[in-house]
């Protein structure tokens, strides 16, 4: 079991900066992927961005490559987002989930996330 919690959501102004967390708790999550993603509303829960806890190289939707950075930290047993330059488009419910490698290796597949957190509100205006 995997518990998820977000943190850091809010309102900004575009080209504003936003800094959200996910702490993690649990057995064995240090073996997860942990990915972020974002619904905005009326639309789908789209894919934002993954990284291993182990490290290595992350993965970008390319909406945000270049605006946002994702990064580890496990004597925190915290995953970051760092969203700079936001724009009004990336208003959205912003969730963050775990990735067990049994289930799959699809990164940006929702599908094979087992554990989610309750969702963070950003919200950017014009």
């Known amino acids: 079991q995997v518990e998820l919690v977000e943190s850091g959501g809010g309102l900004v102004q575009a080209g504003g900066s936003l800094l959200l967390s996910c702490s993690a708790s649990?057995?064995?999550?240090?073996?997860?992927?942990m990915g972020w993603f974002r619904q905005a509303p009326g639309k789908e829960r789209e894919f934002v961005a993954a990284?291993?806890?182990?490290?290595?190289?992350?993965k970008y939707a390319d909406s945000v490559k270049g605006r946002f950075t994702i990064a580890a930290n496990n004597g925190k047993n915290t995953v970051y987002l760092q969203m700079n330059r936001l724009k009004p488009e990336d208003t959205a419910v912003y969730s963050c989930?775990?990735?067990?490698?049994?289930?799959?290796?699809?990164?940006?597949?929702?599908?094979?996330?087992?554990?989610w957190g309750q969702g963070t509100q950003v919200t950017v205006s014009s």
């Open positions: 990284i291993r806890w182990s490290g290595g190289i992350p």
């Open positions: 649990g057995s064995t999550f240090s073996i997860y992927t």
């Open positions: 989930g775990a990735l067990h490698p049994m289930f799959g290796s699809d990164w940006t597949n929702l599908a094979t996330y087992t554990y």
